[in-house]
């Protein structure tokens, strides 16, 4: 798999190497890439009256990148990363968003830092939890749905406690899923 990651309006870029990094060991033998591209917010995806981003506007923004700079040979999967505070309908906020089964995802940086929660900056905890949602998102790309097993990267996190209760692998349900999918054609173990 080879994975491009595309920063949005981004502050901070050191973090995408360090995302690039977790992805490449969870993803083993996939190649993980940085656009020097920088993708802009769209202005129609802020909503004035919550002072959020809807995420599902900036995700069609990502597959539009996709589409029109795509060289099968370079990434079949994009996660766009942004420092913006991103929601969906029916959600306070969420940490990202993907297309099941698609290429596209994106992952928000803003409620990962521990200054948000008015802790102390700890850049470990916060590139712990930025590569977590990564893979998570990157994750249903690969057709995985959210996983009962709190201690799974793929459970669906309510608030960041969750997100720091969870490690960083797949469990083995979801990792024998993410295996089958990436490579399909592999013998039975038993054989």
């Known amino acids: 798999m080879r994975i491009l990651i595309l920063p949005i309006d981004l502050r901070d870029r050191r973090i995408l190497n360090e995302i690039a990094d977790g992805l490449s060991k969870v993803f083993s033998g996939s190649l993980c890439l940085i656009s020097k591209s920088i993708l802009p ?15 599902t506007i900036i995700l069609n923004c990502v597959k539009d990148y996709a589409e029109r700079n795509r060289n099968k040979s370079t990434f079949n999967r994009i996660l766009g990363v942004t420092d913006v505070d991103l929601y969906a309908p029916g959600l306070n906020f969420i940490f990202g968003e993907a ?18 929660y008015g802790e102390q900056p700890n850049r470990d905890l916060f590139t712990e939890r930025a590569i ?13 749905r959210h996983c009962p097993n709190p201690t799974c990267v793929m459970h669906f996190s309510l608030h960041i406690g969750m997100t720091d209760r969870k490690r960083r692998e797949f469990c083995n349900g979801c ?17």
């Open 175 to 191: 990792r024998r899923k993410i295996e089958r999918y990436l490579n399909p054609f592999r013998a039975p173990d038993f054989l």
């Open 41 to 55: 917010i769209p202005r129609k995806a802020y909503n004035a009256s919550r002072r959020q981003y809807l995420s």
């Open 99 to 116: 297309e099941l089964l698609g290429e596209a995802a994106i992952i928000s940086l803003y409620r990962l830092r521990p200054e948000f």
């Open 132 to 144: 977590k949602e990564a893979i998570h998102e990157i994750g249903h790309t690969l057709g995985l």
